[in-house]
């Protein structure tokens, strides 16, 4: 049987019990512990030793992972006395939003500013969305909504909070990497509940990276116990209760239109002679150096079989002229027959930018006048029902479709290459564009 440290015994004691316990010890001695962050944390909230570049704190909700990462902030930030230096002296602190890294991680109740002795706390400037200690150390606050506020900053260390709900998660990721430059040995630290997004999984996978991971149960003795019996009822057991109580990494989405069988299957080589090929274009109105979503450009075909084909993936992050090159590319080297466009973005000047480029490409706009999963539906039931093959592999688009549900998408930044594939299906196979009719058309098999 494991031993409990101290701490432990002392959380797992009623609060009443617990103060008369502390109570007891001399009150100098009270006012050290109240401070001391080894004593009263759990094994896997400590920083792990080693030669580490990131560290990866891979935990449910309620485990303690704000608090683990606010105590890491006060320790390399400070010193031994107030005037000290720290480990570290220029330091990022990364949120989902600005909302959150003043409320959650600087002013909230397991904080920044909270778990510093008053000689130590550092000053806060809300406006200037900084923190500065008495001994000069530096800490900037940003967020995963504008990735571009860290471009040109410096830092030798960085606190990264729930990086996987952040929206530009890859952009504000790499943006941070470029600054962490100084000292002798920058240190990031993320903390997370996960979800399967690429740049989390790249993290984790790297070399170095040194993971700790840890449940909401881990911390039942901090939390409300009610909470815990409703939580627990609720969703024990539940796939979402295993990602966000346990932690775990779930690649699958609930509810996803698409799974990756579904593309596995009916994978081919090569595709049989084809009766008609189209380039779909999903633009995303991005000026091509803006950090914008990518422009979905997919090539499919109708092949003499009957089935559908992927058959290519031109997507892009260019500018107007350069997408409107790479149609143009995808059109002549697959001896297209149309070029189909959304129109929401631009309209008609999405029809003149292509033909700036080439004015013989025969374009047809659509609208999408309805949401991308109702889009999308009828789509997947052609992949359910074994009609649409993937000529080799498309691991974008295959990531975003397997990240469409019928409640929306769960992926990273806008799914353009799904919704370029769905255009070019729904041309070629669904009625040449038409309204469709879902459930019609699963009663015929169709």
Excluded at 110 to 136: C, F, Q
Excluded at 414 to 431: F, G, H, K
Aim: hydrophobic share 40%; proline share 7%; aromatic share 6%.
């Amino acid at each position: 049987m494991q031993m409990l440290s101290p701490a432990q015994l002392l959380a797992s004691l009623p609060e009443d019990q617990r103060e008369a316990e502390l109570a007891k010890l001399k009150p100098e001695v009270r006012a050290a512990l109240r401070w001391h962050w080894p004593f009263w944390a759990r094994p896997n909230q400590l920083e792990p030793e080693g030669d580490w570049r990131i560290w990866a704190a891979i935990a449910g909700r309620g485990f303690g992972k704000t608090r683990l990462g606010a105590e890491w902030v006060r320790k390399v930030a400070c010193g031994k006395t107030p005037l000290e230096r720290g480990r570290h002296s220029r330091i990022a602190i990364v949120a989902e939003t600005a909302a959150d890294a003043r409320d959650v991680l600087v002013e909230g109740d397991s904080g920044i500013l909270a778990v510093h002795p008053p000689d130590m706390r550092p000053l806060y400037e809300p406006s200037k969305r900084r923190l500065t200690w008495p001994n000069g150390c530096v800490a900037t606050l940003f967020n995963a909504v504008e990735p571009d506020q860290l471009r040109g900053p410096q830092h030798d260390a960085a606190l990264c909070d729930e990086l996987a709900k952040w929206r530009y998660a890859r952009e504000t990721w790499d943006q941070l990497q470029f600054g962490m430059r100084l000292g002798q040995h920058p240190q990031i630290v993320v903390t997370t509940t996960p979800r399967p997004i690429p740049v989390l999984k790249e993290i984790l996978a790297s070399k170095d990276t040194v993971i700790t991971r840890g449940t909401t149960l881990d911390n039942a003795s901090n939390l409300a116990p009610s909470f815990m019996t409703a939580i627990m009822d609720r969703y024990g057991g539940t796939r979402l209760g295993r990602q966000e109580l346990n932690a775990e990494m779930l690649d699958d989405v609930p509810g996803a239109l698409w799974t990756r069988p579904m593309f596995d299957g009916a994978r081919v080589k090569t595709a049989p002679p084809l009766k008609r090929v189209v380039v779909a274009v999903d633009p995303s109105g991005t000026a091509g150096d803006d950090g914008g979503d990518d422009i979905g450009i997919i090539v499919a075909g109708e092949g003499e079989d009957g089935r559908a084909y992927i058959i290519a993936d031109y997507s892009c992050n260019l500018s107007p002229e350069g997408w409107a090159r790479r149609v143009s590319e995808a059109f002549t080297n697959h001896s297209a027959d149309r070029v189909v466009a959304e129109r929401n973005f631009g309209g008609a000047m999405v029809e003149s930018t292509m033909r700036a480029v080439n004015k013989h490409l025969p374009v047809k706009l659509v609208t999408a006048s309805r949401g991308k999963a109702v889009r999308a539906e009828p789509v997947a039931a052609l992949y359910e029902q074994g009609k649409v093959s993937h000529v080799g592999s498309f691991p974008e688009l295959e990531d975003q479709m397997c990240a469409m549900t019928s409640g929306g998408y769960a992926g990273e930044r806008s799914p353009d290459r799904l919704d370029a594939a769905v255009w070019a299906l729904t041309e070629l196979i669904l009625e040449g564009g038409k309204t469709y009719d879902y459930a019609k058309a699963l009663g015929q098999g169709l």
